[in-house]
């Protein structure tokens, strides 16, 4: 009686077979507000640190790691961009003899192979769940944290199935309660289960 309750409360249909859920309307005028959490799971840019000048350089080592720096400016936003920035770092590293630019090189490297995994992540099925998980999370929180009952209840993706958890814990059923009349204000459009403990 209380699972019929709860999803009668929640009223999340699971979508048809081969869609992946987007973020509704309201959810995404919100988020373009402040930067999305899903942009932190999806590298798309070298760690400029990896460029900075230390005094065992020389001139020259400096010249050819900003030259590295000048490739590796800007988003990566396409895969091409990753394959011609990488054929130029491989230039760099055919040119040079320098134990310090090929360091550089190789680390550099290493976040181009990063970032390209990133980009086949996020086009996966699992991988837009995740990101759409995370932005609709983004969302639900700034209600979520505005009331103290709710700080020990967390919103996660199911780590197998395109679905929605609550988890964690509340004072009491009515906190629960509570809790899901919110949630079910910003509709995800996929299943919701909740896994949550009643101190």
Request: glycine share 4%; hydrophobic share 40%.
């Amino acid at each position: 009686m209380i699972a019929l309750a709860l999803a009668a409360l929640l009223g999340t249909l699971p979508c048809a077979s081969g869609q992946v859920p987007e973020p509704s309307a309201h959810s995404t005028a919100n988020q373009k507000q402040s930067m999305k959490w899903s942009e932190q799971l999806v590298k798309n840019r070298i760690d400029p640190s990896l460029f900075e000048a230390t005094p065992e350089q020389s001139q020259g080592d400096r010249k050819a790691i900003a030259d590295l720096k000048f490739y590796c400016e800007g988003v990566f936003n396409t895969s091409e961009k990753v394959l011609r920035v990488r054929k130029k770092i491989e230039e760099v590293k055919t040119a040079s003899r320098a134990p310090a630019v090929l360091n550089v090189a190789d680390e550099v490297l290493e976040e181009l192979d990063e970032i390209a995994d990133d980009f086949k992540f996020a086009k996966s099925r699992r991988g837009k769940f995740v990101l759409f998980a995370n932005n609709y999370t983004q969302e639900v929180y700034k209600k979520l944290r505005a009331n103290a009952d709710f700080n020990d209840l967390y919103i996660a993706s199911h780590p197998d199935r395109e679905e929605l958890v609550l988890t964690g814990s509340a004072k009491r059923f009515d906190v629960l309660i509570a809790s899901l009349s919110l949630i079910s204000q910003y509709p995800s459009g996929v299943p919701f289960r909740v896994d949550v403990n009643i101190k």
